[in-house]
């Protein structure tokens, strides 16, 4: 992109060239070009169509992460850094299109974070919003703002926006989550902050389960002002949310598109439980294969269990438990389960659904 804008380029690197622009007619404008630029000054139907495009042209590209792949490079960061010395012992899940941009998606940064027992991961908050999807291990705690949540695998928990978050691991084995984080989304609109604690972990202020008993059974506290855009639910565990599909998938038939899916919401709300990602779970039965589907949201698809195939584009993956895949903005993908399957799936949309930016096209199947 950088050399489209470039007085200099080829003809052939004008991919955003308005298409009546007579390109034989461009060297006799070439001093002008030069001079505007020299002024800060550059002609717009030279780059237009590369702007404001046909259709979302996202550079990340479909891709999947083997766990079997991964963890090793997880362990083996265990040895050569401390949880402490790195402050997030993180492995970045590059996109491929976008190397070295530490971004999963052009909007969505997603990492594998490990944590041995007896490490903390120290105090800090930024503006960025952080989910954690656990993937593998038990006794390990992520500290909010003064209240404590233990983490097992297939539970989806919620660092929001600016609050106090440290992690600490107290069990006996490692212990390795998926982080989601829009700090991209931060970043483009220039609104990053953050800050260290002063000491290593936030002092506790609020009994393990609070928010859980405050927010976790369709009630509220009467009289209990919430302010935030983020769900007070901390952590949605999954135990819960497998059996919410379970029952779902016995009362009704499979969506063509979705199979079964249903969303995180904010019982504050009823809406999103980020107020910048949006999450979901989904079951897709032994044997079923999802119509294809598209939508303008990149969305990163985790499998917590069963196995199976997606065509994501032309091309298609298998996958297993842990197994990490993303779909790009507009990629026409489906899913075929070869046993039953569970994925957990963020992505971009509501940020999309408050600017009326979203759209999704289904298939005829
Ligand atoms: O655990 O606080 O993967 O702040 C990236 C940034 C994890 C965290 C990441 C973070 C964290
Ligand atoms: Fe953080």
Not at 34 to 60: F, I, K, M
Not at 211 to 227: C, F, I, K, M, R
Not at 248 to 271: E, F, Q
Request: a negative charge; one cysteine or more.
């Amino acid at each position: 992109m950088k050399s489209d804008r470039s007085v200099h380029s080829e003809a052939g690197a004008l991919a955003g060239v308005v298409p009546s622009v007579n390109l034989a007619a461009e060297p006799g404008r070439m001093d002008f070009y030069e001079r505007a630029r020299s002024c800060n000054l550059a002609p717009l139907w030279r780059v237009l169509h590369g702007l404001v495009t046909d259709q979302p042209a996202p550079r990340c590209v479909p891709a999947l992460w083997r766990y079997a792949e991964t963890r090793p490079y997880l362990m083996e960061a265990c040895k050569l850094i401390s949880a402490e010395e790195a402050e997030r012992r993180v492995m970045v899940l590059e996109n491929p299109g976008l190397p070295g941009e530490s971004r999963i998606t052009q909007s969505l940064f997603a990492g594998l974070q490990i944590i041995l027992p007896g490490e903390v991961a120290p105090a800090h908050k930024h503006t960025a919003s952080a989910l954690r999807f656990i993937i593998e291990g038990h006794g390990a705690y992520t500290a909010v703002a003064g209240e404590r949540t233990m983490m097992e695998p297939g539970d989806f928990v919620i660092t929001p926006s600016m609050s106090w978050h440290d992690h600490g691991n107290e069990g006996d084995a490692p212990m390795i989550w998926l982080d989601g984080l829009d700090m991209h989304i931060v970043n483009l609109l220039c609104a990053s902050f953050r800050e260290g604690y002063p000491g290593r972990v936030h002092p506790l202020q609020r009994p393990e389960g609070s928010a859980a008993a405050e927010a976790g059974h369709n009630l509220l506290p009467v009289d209990t002002e919430y302010a935030s855009q983020t769900s007070p639910i901390f952590n949605y565990p999954y135990r819960r949310t497998r059996e919410a599909l379970d029952q779902l998938a016995r009362i009704r038939a499979a969506d063509a598109w979705h199979a079964y899916k249903m969303k995180y919401i904010n019982p504050v709300t009823g809406g999103w439980a980020m107020p910048t990602m949006s999450t979901w779970m989904q079951f897709i039965p032994a044997g079923f294969t999802t119509a294809s589907y598209r939508s303008t949201d990149s969305a990163v698809f985790t499998v917590v269990e069963g196995s199976g195939s997606s065509r994501i584009g032309g091309e298609a993956f298998d996958w297993g438990p842990h197994d990490i895949f993303v779909a790009p903005s507009w990629v026409p993908h489906q899913h075929t389960a070869s046993s039953d399957a569970v994925i957990f799936i963020y992505s971009d949309r509501v940020v999309q659904e408050k600017l009326d930016f979203w759209r999704e096209h289904k298939a005829q199947p």
